[in-house]
């Protein structure tokens, strides 16, 4: 069957960040969607399948990118998905209100020669912004189709989609934008000389587009002509060309093409967009009203705070529909079938029955909200006017304001937040972000905060783990930011518009990542629950905890058999809480411990060394050596900060 007959099509979203790719995608394919990390890169892809007539539809949603230079992790990651899985057709969704920063990209996607549709989208803010590019214009400067959308409403989506579809069936590509004649001639020489040198051109794309990339450096591609034959006659071939233009330009060809590019956008935008009168929107208004520190500053401690409220009262609510449901209608049965097991039914009792009331106490009701609350943040453009509000607090730790939105993303998961300093590009930063990230509570250990001291001590008692916990952040930050050399870089961030909060999209991140929590954690928690049934029922319990018992009850005063549930921990923070509940054998845990020892051991739960996968991601970003430091580091702070509480008790637990 003919390519453009076959009944499988590949479609890639690629446009600029905050360009509302993951909004379109939610539009065409509501919350069927698989993210995962692109193979050998740590960087993230979406996928979804959608069916269309008779077509089954697969979609990837490229990186957020300004081009294809295949400098940063983002733009390999997109240039390689782009050329390894051949895309039917490519959807660039530009930005209407800023056509010009996201004309460069298209410019690139079009040289490539795969089939591509414009979605000209944010159309309601250009015109807020008084200004009007015109689709049919832009449409025949760059010889493909463009459609005006507005995204957050749906607003022109499925023709978007429609048409893709067109043109993924007949596969017509637009044509290649042209360049000055001494460009031109270079590449056509390039060119020709890859024709007649090898046989099979990589990935199947035209010997000028690869004579473009290999011009402008694309490392990639050029690693991928050095293996193939006839490659290096190609290759010397390109450095003489490379020196001409040189000469001729006074720049290297890939500064001259960049040149180019950045010229045509500007000349495309201009003769395609009408500008008008502005005025200062209700949004301008309210960003100036976030962004400066004296109204800015109070506003962000608020949003931390109503945050921290809601978790507490609704994980609250949730906790008890979720435990109280499971206790009344499911539990009494499970014990009644165990009880006839003898010591295995007595394993599974103590293990698997308290383990899931754990997961259903702790866990789920406190980990759902925080991620619909994180979504919300990052999809209304909040989190960015939080970095430059901090950008002079983040200075005295050795940090510029920037380092704010991965250290803001660690209260979700410490993971991909430590993954995420790799945008740094001083290591000093990246050092000592990914150190002070590993202490930030993540969802994990604010299920443990709220679960323990919100729920059972109240909100003023999980306000001051958090006060303790950024103050020591801050301790760490400022000592790392005076023991390693250096200075800080200055900070340069684009800042999104503000956006009016969408909740299909918000709820699709949350769903994504409670089902990777659902996925990967409950299995370990229920394991470890099972472990510690099997410690318990046999009487191994005593002879683990025994040992440690000075630790746990001399220094930090606990009972000796939370040593298990701090060991688990390592594994999976939420762990810590709902392994606490397995071995209390209670819900509530009051009845196992003192007010007192339920703060000190949320703290040190808090403090103490960072999960498993943080270990694992900080060893390979900065380095083993660093990541055992931090580790021991943190856990002798905890038991350090823990005793101190337990034995001064500042708080009149």
Not at 12 to 22: E, F, I, Q
Not at 238 to 248: E, P, V
Not at 280 to 287: F, I
Not at 541 to 553: G, K, Y
Request: hydrophobic share 50%; glycine share 8%; proline share 6%.
């Amino acid at each position: 069957m003919a390519r453009g007959q076959r009944k499988t099509l590949t479609v890639a979203l690629a446009g600029t960040p905050n360009v509302g790719k993951s909004v379109f995608l939610h539009q065409i394919s509501g919350m069927d969607v698989v993210v995962s990390n692109y193979p050998g890169t740590t960087v993230e892809i979406t996928e979804a399948a959608v069916r269309h007539d008779d077509l089954e539809v697969k979609i990837l949603d490229l990186p957020g990118i300004y081009s294809l230079s295949a400098v940063s992790g983002d733009e390999i990651v997109a240039i390689r998905a782009i050329l390894e899985r051949r895309p039917d057709v490519i959807v660039n969704i530009a930005d209407a209100s800023n056509l010009e920063r996201s004309l460069y990209l298209t410019l690139q996607l079009i040289e490539l020669g795969f089939p591509t549709v414009v979605a000209l989208n944010m159309m309601d803010e250009a015109k807020k912004r008084g200004v009007s590019p015109s689709p049919e214009k832009l449409s025949r400067m760059l010889g493909v189709p463009v459609v005006p959308t507005v995204a957050i409403t749906g607003e022109n989506v499925s023709r978007v989609f429609d048409e893709a579809i067109r043109l993924a069936r007949e596969r017509r590509a637009g044509r290649r934008p042209r360049m000055s004649r001494d460009i031109e001639r270079a590449v056509a020489e390039l060119a020709d000389c890859i024709r007649k040198n090898i046989r099979e051109i990589p990935h199947g794309i035209s010997p000028e587009t690869v004579a473009i990339r290999i011009l402008e450096g694309d490392r990639l591609l050029i690693e991928e002509i050095e293996r193939t034959p006839g490659g290096d006659r190609v290759l010397k071939r390109a450095d003489a060309l490379a020196t001409r233009i040189t000469k001729i330009r006074g720049e290297p060809p890939a500064l001259a093409i960049a040149r180019e590019r950045h010229s045509l956008a500007a000349l495309i935008c201009r003769r395609v967009t009408e500008f008008g009168p502005v005025k200062r929107s209700v949004t301008e208004k309210l960003d100036h009203i976030l962004t400066s520190p004296r109204t800015g500053l109070p506003i962000m401690v608020a949003v931390f705070l109503l945050m921290i409220l809601w978790l507490v009262y609704f994980g609250g609510w949730l906790e008890e529909l979720m435990v109280g449901s499971w206790e009344t209608y499911v539990s009494p049965h499970l014990s009644r079938i165990f009880s006839g097991m003898g010591s295995v039914g007595q394993v599974l009792d103590t293990g698997l029955n308290w383990s899931i009331i754990g997961v259903l106490a702790v866990a789920i009701p406190y980990v759902i909200p925080f991620y619909f609350l994180l979504g919300l943040l990052e999809d209304v453009g909040y989190l960015p006017r939080a970095a430059f509000l901090m950008d002079s607090v983040m200075h005295r730790i050795g940090l510029h304001g920037r380092a704010v939105i991965p250290m803001l993303g660690g209260f979700g998961c410490n993971v991909p937040a430590v993954m995420a300093t790799r945008a740094f590009v001083s290591r000093r930063e990246r050092l000592i972000a990914s150190i002070l990230i590993t202490m930030i509570p993540c969802s994990a250990r604010t299920s443990v905060i709220l679960g323990t001291v919100g729920n059972y001590l109240g909100l003023p008692y999980a306000l001051a783990i958090y006060g303790v916990v950024i103050f020591l952040i801050f301790l760490a930050g400022v000592f790392l930011n005076r023991a390693l050399a250096g200075k800080v870089e200055g900070m340069i961030m684009e800042i999104p518009p503000l956006r009016r909060p969408v909740p299909g999209p918000t709820a699709v991140k949350m769903w994504m990542r409670t089902k990777h929590f659902l996925i990967v954690a409950v299995p370990i928690l229920l394991v470890a629950g099972l472990t510690i049934g099997v410690l318990q029922t046999t009487g191994l319990m005593d002879r683990l905890v025994s040992p440690i018992s000075p630790l746990t009850s001399g220094l930090l005063g606990l009972p000796p058999v939370v040593i298990i549930p701090l060991l688990f921990g390592f594994l999976r923070k939420e762990g810590a809480m709902v392994l606490l509940v397995s071995v209390a054998k209670t819900s509530n845990l009051l009845e196992f411990m003192s007010p007192l020892q339920l703060f000190v051991y949320a703290l040190v739960v808090t403090i103490y060394m960072p999960c498993a996968a943080t270990f694992a991601v900080l060893g390979r970003e900065i380095g083993w050596k660093t990541a055992i430091l931090t580790t021991i580091s943190t856990f002798l702070l905890a038991i350090a900060v823990g005793s101190a509480v337990y034995h001064i008790n500042p708080l009149g637990l």
